[in-house]
């Protein structure tokens, strides 16, 4: 199992290396630099040149990467063109709403997902399969902006249980943050759901052909013990592959959702940013979101070495 870490972890740090090379140079080499695009197109080329010079912008590009780099490792980010702070505590503030928004969503996604697709591969071709498996057709149709908006006229509008937007801070209390953050969690999670049941249905349903679960059922033991204790374990392992990506895609796909629901968080910051051109937050929130769906992926490989004894196996 060490040798197979060892080859993910390589594989983390590259990609890594690949994903900064890939940012820095769509953002800051590609003809039209920062300086034009804050300046504006009316600016004189003496303007555009004194910013480049005061950004630091007139550097040789090797050279910006290797300080952008050095500043990553050390958290030195720089400072955002249009807010006049440092980037780092800025991020970090959003940053620790968007995580708890993505965690939550992801329990959210896991629990209704393993729950409606044991349910429905228990019933195979069954009433109780064929209605789960429409509605996850319809939870996949539906886009999060919309069903994010259903969610706040239902819920906010008519009923009145909870804000339609606006977050008021860990420091007002852990309990009416997180009752704002619930409907866009709710709405985040409904596709993802719908995704994960059908991939736990289709993986569950191949498991139950195997004869280690006739064995099970034929000492005795009961659909529900033999599903929960032995059929879902072993299907895990392409059910965890989805739900690292989803968790990934919910950290980087919530752009939508926050500006929704007015929400202060890494999804809003990288949607102002782009619109004030302040290219050097959103090189670096870009980055970060990038950092941790390679991070993600990583830890999944970690649960497979887990899960997975041929791993343990396999490695000499």
Excluded at 203 to 211: G, K, N, P, T, Y
Excluded at 247 to 254: C, H, I, M, P, R
Excluded at 302 to 315: E, G, Q, T
């Amino acid at each position: 199992m060490r040798l197979f870490l060892a080859k993910r972890f390589a594989t983390l740090v590259a990609t890594l290396i690949g994903a900064s090379l890939v940012i820095f140079v769509v953002l800051e080499v590609l003809p039209g630099s920062a300086a034009e695009m804050l300046m504006g197109a009316d600016a004189s080329p003496e303007a555009v040149e004194a910013l480049a010079r005061k950004l630091g912008l007139d550097r040789p590009a090797p050279e910006r990467y290797l300080d952008w780099v050095a500043g990553m490792l050390v958290g030195e980010l720089g400072n955002s063109y249009a807010y006049q702070s440092p980037v780092a505590p800025l991020i970090a503030e959003r940053f620790a709403l968007t995580v708890p928004l993505a965690v939550i969503s992801m329990l959210l996604t896991a629990a209704l997902a393993l729950l409606v697709g044991v349910y429905a591969a228990s019933r195979h071709n069954r009433l109780g399969d064929v209605g789960m498996m429409g509605l996850t057709q319809v939870g996949i149709a539906i886009p999060n902006f919309w069903f994010a908006i259903l969610l706040i006229l239902l819920f906010a509008v008519n009923l009145r249980w909870f804000s339609a937007g606006g977050f008021p801070g860990w420091a007002g209390g852990v309990g009416p943050a997180l009752k704002a953050l619930v409907l866009p969690a709710v709405a985040l999670a409904v596709v993802q759901a719908a995704i994960l049941a059908r991939i736990t249905r289709s993986a569950v349903l191949e498991i139950l052909r195997e004869d280690f679960v006739r064995t099970a059922r034929a000492k005795g033991l009961t659909q529900r013990a033999t599903l929960w204790r032995h059929v879902l374990r072993n299907a895990m392992i392409p059910v965890l592959t989805v739900m690292g990506l989803q968790f990934a895609n919910l950290l980087a796909g919530t752009i939508v959702v926050e500006n929704v629901f007015y929400l202060p968080g890494l999804g809003r910051l990288i949607f102002q940013s782009i619109a004030n051109r302040d290219l050097i937050v959103v090189r670096n929130c870009v980055m970060l979101l990038a950092a941790m769906v390679v991070i993600v992926n990583f830890v999944v490989d970690v649960l497979y070495a887990a899960i997975d004894p041929r791993i343990k196996a396999s490695d000499v």
